[in-house]
Structures are given as C-alpha cells and as structure tokens.
C-alpha cells in the first residue's frame, strides 16, 4: 500500500516562503509522476505543479515564478518551494503520485497566508 506523507504547512505573512515536503513510502518516485495538488474552501481541488519521471516540470499559471517542484527519488521525497505567498495561496495542499493504473493521494497538510 502506498503511502504519501505531507508536512512543512504552517501560518505565514504575505510575501514569505514556505517549503513543503511528501514522504512516500517505497520507492515509487521512479514509476510515477509526482504533484501537489491544494484545495482552498469552497473551491475544487486544483493543480499546482507536476514533475514526470523524466523530469518535466507543469505549473498552474497562478505560482509560476514563485513555486518550484523538485523530487529527490533517493529519498522517496518530493518538495514544493513556495515564495512570495499571497492570501489566495492559503489552501490545503496535497502530495499526489500517479501512473497508468493507479492513482494516490497524501492527506494534506494546511497552508495559511495572512498578515
């Protein structure tokens, strides 16, 4: 069974930074694309970035710039860079791994931006 770990959330002025880390279990970074995905209230669940198992990288229009996905497959951990966070950034952000058969999500972990 694969699991997928989340931490680093937190509370955090506008304009600060968080770093985001996914722990999964087993190595499956190498079989699967990797992303984090958030969630703010009343909204759908939406993509923030991806990273395939060649290394190409997809952002949602709104954290180009200011976020970087990055993977370490030696570590089973994937990380989300997060500078320059504005108050619509505030969600709950999850891990996301992927393949042609299967589909697994972390279970979250609350991003909060505001002054």
């Known amino acids: 069974q694969v699991q997928l770990v989340e931490s680093g959330g937190g509370l955090v002025q506008p304009g600060g930074s968080l770093r985001l880390f996914c722990v999964a279990s087993g190595s499956i970074l190498s079989r699967n694309v990797m992303g984090w995905y958030r969630q703010a209230p009343g909204k759908q669940r939406e993509l923030v970035a991806t990273c395939t198992t060649g290394g190409y990288i997809n952002y949602a229009d709104s954290v180009k710039g200011r976020f970087t996905i990055s993977r370490d497959n030696a570590k089973n951990t994937v990380y989300l860079q997060m500078n320059s966070l504005k108050p619509e950034d505030t969600a709950v952000y999850y891990c996301?791994?992927?393949?042609?058969?299967?589909?697994?999500w972390g279970q979250g972990t609350q991003v909060t931006v505001s002054s």
């Open positions: 996301n791994a992927q393949n042609v058969r299967s589909v697994y």
